[in-house]
């Protein structure tokens, strides 16, 4: 516990200290995000807020983390560093979705390679293919995710305080390690971050954010529990990504439109807005629901296995509800603005 505290600390003080060194370094260096129609900020803000969460993260988890499975943290820093780089390129001159996907797929293989991969499925290319879905699927679902000031740097400290809470319950150490430095990393990025915002983690910020978490995610066990059981675990702590990005893709689908090419303001932090709420209160709003997604998680080791089948029901139920529901609200107002 006082390992944790002390990642955490030095994550939490290093992000404090270089977030405004990295926004006054931006527009200098060239890395600033400029306004357009599909974007709700109105002035050119600085876009390397992904660099402070990065060097807080690895600088706390190099000085202070737990080595005892320094395979392991090296590919997971590996991999993050790689998704990182890619994204940083992207923030200054746009790669393909091809190039992006091919990088995010490599930072996942070498992650894989030192042994943070799933294992409950049957065969071994079932859980390398589920583990490589996993990892670039939750990676790109922070980067979509990052569309409102506040919003993908709160989810994920969220997300990574339940991990951290789950690692103590279980004893994890380098998953308890992780979680500590990313929750101090983005705390510390949110202070000048969170709306209105001084500067934007970029690319660089949100692939490493959601890359991270993703091998978290993977790494986290519950021996005490039978396998049936503690996959749900993981998909509640990111439960708010995942329905973002189902949303976002259905929704895209549906109007014959390419999910991964197709930027606009059809996220739920936008369809929030559309309903009266202000862009704080909308990401106030995502905070409680992840909040709730991450207790249900938390009370999953604690179930029998019909008991956390219920639980993991009764969410997905709802969170089916509400996407329905969003988007049948967005097609009527998309088509009441048609018509006029």
Not at 2 to 11: N, P
Not at 49 to 58: F, K, N, R
Not at 86 to 115: E, H, M, N, Y
Request: charged content about 10%; proline content about 5%; overall charge positive.
């Amino acid at each position: 516990m006082a390992s944790f505290l002390i990642v955490f600390a030095v994550a939490l003080v290093l992000a404090t200290a270089v977030t405004p060194v990295a926004e006054r370094l931006a527009p200098i260096l060239g890395w600033v995000d400029a306004p357009s129609a599909r974007k709700v900020h109105l002035r050119p803000v600085p876009l390397l807020g992904g660099v402070a969460i990065y060097l807080a993260t690895i600088a706390a988890l190099l000085v202070f983390g737990d080595h005892s499975e320094v395979a392991q943290l090296a590919g997971i820093g590996v991999g993050a560093t790689l998704v990182s780089l890619c994204g940083l390129w992207d923030d200054r001159r746009p790669l393909s979705p091809v190039i992006k996907l091919a990088v995010q797929a490599l930072a996942a293989l070498v992650t894989f390679s030192s042994g943070i991969g799933i294992t409950i499925l049957p065969h071994p290319a079932l859980n390398f293919a589920v583990t490589m879905l996993w990892m670039i699927g939750i990676t790109n679902a922070f980067n979509l995710l990052d569309n409102m000031d506040g919003l993908s740097g709160g989810v994920g400290a969220i997300s990574a305080l339940f991990f951290l809470v789950l690692a103590l319950q279980s004893r994890q150490v380098l998953v308890g390690t992780l979680s500590a430095a990313l929750l101090g990393a983005c705390i510390g990025f949110l202070m000048y971050n969170f709306n209105p915002a001084r500067i934007f983690m970029g690319d660089s910020g949100s692939l490493f954010l959601g890359f991270i978490l993703a091998a978290v995610g993977i790494k986290l066990r519950f021996p005490g529990d039978p396998t049936t059981v503690s996959w749900m675990i993981p998909l509640l702590v990111l439960g708010v990504p995942l329905f973002d990005t189902t949303l976002v893709t259905l929704s895209r689908l549906r109007r014959r439109l390419n999910p991964l090419a197709t930027p606009g303001k059809d996220h739920l932090s936008h369809r929030l807005v559309a309903h009266a709420m202000s862009a704080r209160e909308a990401v106030l709003t995502i905070y409680v629901v992840c909040f709730l997604f991450g207790v249900a998680a938390t009370l999953i080791p604690q179930a029998g296995v019909g008991e956390a089948y219920v639980i993991f029901a009764v969410v997905a139920i709802l969170a089916l509800a509400s996407l329905l529901v969003l988007e049948r609200d967005f097609m009527r107002a998309a088509h009441s603005a048609g018509s006029q």
